[in-house]
């Protein structure tokens, strides 16, 4: 039976990226009932290797992910949600690690490298932060997941974990399991743009839009979406790829749509034969990418309002949730200590 673990950085509030990226997937999963277990972490410990100025950030951060993941419908009785620092033995499980992996490999990671470069850390790149594709191994292994629901960006971490894993079972003895990354079902969910078209939606670049963002704030967002630089009368003919709000109509729009909200249209291949052929203004296509935004949000967003209401609720889950799951990375540890030889008192 196959198990299942995912987590997300605590650094702020979740948006529309962390969504389709991996939410809708993971609530997909978890309803499915086809997984024997399910793991979401969220990543304190992997949060503060680039915020040991900012625990504060972090700390309240917790609420605003778990509060993120409930309002999605994940739910604590099908999956387990809990916190990495409150789980020691994953950094213990991280040290020996730290031994399979040399400094040239985690160079090359190109996640890691992209980040570094980023950050602008040029030479001042904390340890932490420099081997957490290492504690990440660690997270996922500790759970012998072999499913990792995540976007594309976190595939050099799933690689290094497999490395991780055939390097302790050859050497020692085989307890690990492999993991496999399942990606968004399309390309454009697993790297959504920000508003501004040009970059991936991220909080640092504030071209995000929420999960906990008022109605007002979406029309608003959406109203200064950037679209395509060329089309700039209504009659001009106007370009469908490379336009942000299209991109969003293909990660949001179904046929459904267009019947509840724009039935001059039968689908988003007529839409965009329209816009591309000219005659046809951005502001309409925003405005029912709005109706559909804020159709997909507005339950989300209300839900999350309920539990906002009920933080210990949110608390007590997190803390059973971390109880549970660290019996199963203790047990993970153990074996792998014993087939490392170093349980020196039995
Ligand atoms: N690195 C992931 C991110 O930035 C978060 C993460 C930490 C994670 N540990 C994990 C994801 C284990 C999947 C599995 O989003």
């Given amino acids: ?27 997909e999963l978890q ?35 778990a509060l993120d993941y409930l309002a999605c419908g994940l739910n604590p009785q099908k999956s387990t949600i809990f916190i990495q620092s409150q789980i020691p033995e994953l950094s213990e499980i991280s040290f020996y690690y730290m031994n399979l992996v040399t400094v040239s490999r985690l160079q090359r990671n190109p996640t890691v490298k992209n980040e570094i470069q980023m950050r602008g850390f040029k030479q001042s ?7 957490y594709p290492i504690s990440q191994a660690a997270d996922i292994t500790a759970f012998k997941a072999n499913i990792i629901p995540v976007g594309e960006d976190q595939l050099p971490m799933i690689e290094q974990t497999r490395e991780i894993v055939r390097s302790f079972n050859t050497l020692y003895k085989e307890v690990l399991v492999e993991p496999t990354a399942v990606l968004p079902n399309n390309q454009i969910c697993s790297r959504l743009p920000g508003l501004d078209g040009a970059n991936k939606m991220s909080k640092s670049l504030g071209n ?9 704030d979406i029309k608003k967002k959406i109203q200064s979406m950037f679209t395509d630089p060329t089309h700039l009368r209504v009659e001009d003919p106007g370009h469908t790829e490379n336009n942000p709000v299209f991109i969003y109509l293909d990660a949001f729009c179904e046929d459904k749509h267009f019947a509840a909200f724009w039935p001059e249209y039968q689908n988003l291949d007529e839409l965009k034969a329209h816009y591309r052929r000219g005659g046809l203004g951005d502001s309409k296509v925003k405005k029912f990418l709005n109706e559909i935004l804020q159709n997909e949000l507005r339950p989300i967003r209300e839900k999350r309002e309920e539990l906002a209401k009920d933080l210990p609720y949110i608390f007590d889950m997190l803390k059973q949730g971390s109880e549970k799951a660290r019996i199963v990375a203790t047990q993970t540890l153990d074996e ?8 020196y008192y039995r």
Wanted: charge should be neutral; glycine fraction near 8%.
């Fill in 1 to 27: 039976m196959d198990i299942v673990l995912t987590g997300d950085r605590p650094t702020g509030r979740l948006h529309l990226g962390h969504y389709v990226g991996s939410l809708k997937r993971r609530v």
């Fill in 336 to 343: 792998m200590k014993s087939a490392m030889g170093i349980n």
């Fill in 31 to 65: 309803n499915s009932g086809k997984y024997e277990k399910i793991y979401i972490m969220i990543a304190d410990m992997q949060a503060l290797s680039d915020n040991a100025d900012n625990i504060e950030k972090i700390r309240n951060s917790l609420s605003e992910v």
């Fill in 125 to 131: 790149i904390p340890v932490g932060f420099f081997t």
């Fill in 208 to 216: 995000c839009i929420y999960l906990s963002d008022s109605s007002d």
